[in-house]
């Protein structure tokens, strides 16, 4: 059996170790080695997006990337995205607007769209379609999707005191 790997890594803004094997994916390094559970596996090859996660400021699928390329990374994953009991505005309008069935590919559509939202706070229609066409979704028909990114926005430009441009 091939020797494990030692991993440093920074994950939703705590220090993380553990030890991977070195095929494994930082998918299953996450879920398995962190029992970060919030993280889903839908394709398993890098079609879907439900694996999404946060690192270094890059949306990634942890599907396809090992977890030995997590080294001294910044990772987050929707365990890091609410402040406490505080939801984030994301997760706040998905479950206000309805945006979710199954819920299996939510995690990976609250981290993209967060991801867009750090870049831009007053993104179009469809520039908030664009940027989740990697995400896919089974159920919800994709509008109900936009509509919680455009209200979770909305929010977040209220709470920084600023106004689309
Ligand atoms: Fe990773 Fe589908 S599970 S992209
Ligand atoms: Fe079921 Fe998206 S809510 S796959």
């Known amino acids: ?39 889903k596996e839908g394709c398993g090859s890098g079609d879907c997006g ?13 599907c396809t990337m090992l977890a030995a390329e997590a080294e001294g990374r910044r990772i987050t994953t929707i365990e890091g995205l609410a402040s406490g009991a ?16 199954c819920g299996f590919c939510t995690p990976g559509f609250i981290i993209a769209a967060a991801n867009l939202l750090e ?18 979704c089974r159920c919800t028909g994709y509008d109900k999707i936009i509509r919680a990114v455009q209200a979770a926005a909305a929010d977040m430009r209220e709470t920084a005191g600023r106004t689309p441009t």
């Open 1 to 39: 059996m091939a020797r494990k790997i030692h991993i440093s890594t920074t994950v939703n803004g705590n220090e993380a170790e553990f030890l991977a094997r070195p095929d494994q994916t930082l998918l299953t390094a996450l879920r398995d080695e962190l029992g970060l559970t919030g993280t």
């Open 119 to 136: 870049r831009k706070i007053d993104p179009t229609e469809a520039e908030i379609r664009f940027w989740l066409a990697g995400n896919l």
């Open 50 to 62: 439900a694996c999404s996660v946060e690192v270094d400021g890059r949306v990634v699928c942890s």
């Open 86 to 101: 505080t939801l984030h505005p994301l997760q706040r309008h998905f479950l206000k607007e309805a945006a979710l069935q």
